[in-house]
């Protein structure tokens, strides 16, 4: 799962390596200069589609989280959900979105999650999603791909609303 989500990474940043060359001044994609900023953005939880439909698996993770945008590229996040087995986990971890296209943000959050019990007996382990963020004054989303993982961790897109407190 890692490695493959790694490579999804390297092949996502040479996509839009390559694509700032060839744009000839079009400015599409830009890499976003980090600027400090002070942010605190919470969210409800997400919303999931699975790959494995077949399964039923909870696409409603409602649960209460934060994020702390400290830089234009760089944030870091806390919270819990209810996962996509019926349990509950908590997460940790570090957004870095270096690239942009418009007003949107790509890149990806690292750290460490618990509560699916095929995957280490329910505990802690090391994640990396890549990740598309939005932000339009008091609202923003973010839009994960979460690998799959053996038969322990199910693969989904997952849309995550969030609201600016300051």
């Known amino acids: 799962m890692l490695l493959k989500s790694i490579k999804l990474l390297k092949i996502g940043v040479f996509i839009g390596?390559?694509?700032?060359?060839?744009t000839s001044g079009a400015e599409i994609f830009s890499i976003i200069e980090s600027k400090p900023i002070?942010?605190?953005?919470?969210?409800?939880g997400l919303y999931s589609y699975h790959f494995?439909?077949?399964k039923d698996l909870n696409n409603k993770n409602f649960g209460l989280g934060g994020e702390y945008?400290?830089?234009t590229v760089s944030s870091v996040t806390l919270g819990l959900i209810d996962n996509s087995d019926r349990?509950?986990?908590?997460?940790?971890?570090?957004?870095?979105?270096?690239?942009g296209v418009g007003p949107?943000?790509?890149g990806a959050v690292v750290g460490a999650m618990d509560g699916y019990p095929k995957m280490v007996n329910g505990g802690w382990f090391f994640a990396f999603i890549?990740?598309?963020s939005f932000e339009y004054k008091n609202v923003g989303a973010n839009l994960m791909y979460v690998p799959s993982y053996?038969?322990?961790?199910y693969g989904a897109i997952s849309l995550q609303l969030k609201f600016k407190m300051f």
């Open 130 to 132: 890549p990740t598309a």
């Open 52 to 54: 494995q439909r077949e």
């Open 38 to 44: 002070s942010e605190l953005w919470l969210n409800p």
């Open 69 to 71: 945008r400290i830089s």
């Open 17 to 22: 390596l390559f694509a700032i060359s060839c």
């Open 87 to 99: 349990k509950t986990s908590h997460y940790a971890g570090w957004y870095w979105q270096p690239l």
């Open 104 to 106: 949107v943000r790509f």
């Open 150 to 153: 053996k038969d322990r961790l």
